[in-house]
């Protein structure tokens, strides 16, 4: 391989997104960054299946620790942002 082609092929090298193992992802933020995730009462009842009675065809809003523990489910956006402020948790956006 000549010195242009090498060139050529690093230029056209995508970087790599740095991995984090399950122990670093749950020490993210300290305890102090959530998440909320909305669900569907089907996805809900997988998650949390100690609860009874959850009507079906709804969707719930779940806060999450960064490592993804659920946290708590609420019916309205307002009341799990309501949950993480008590805990005083920052709210990370997720994609």
Do not use: C, W
Not at 19 to 46: D, H, P
Not at 47 to 68: Q, S, V, W
């Amino acid at each position: 391989m000549n010195e242009a082609s090498a060139k050529r092929r690093r230029s056209t090298e995508q970087p790599v997104a740095p991995v984090m193992s399950e122990f670093e992802l749950a020490s993210l933020g300290g305890g102090q960054v959530a998440y909320i995730k909305t669900m569907s009462s089907e996805e809900a009842l997988k998650m949390f299946p100690a609860i009874e009675d959850l009507p079906r065809g709804i969707n719930l809003f779940a806060l999450h620790a960064a490592d993804g523990t659920p946290i708590a489910l609420t019916d309205t956006r307002q009341a799990a942002l309501s949950h993480a402020m008590d805990g005083e948790l920052e709210i990370a956006s997720v994609h």
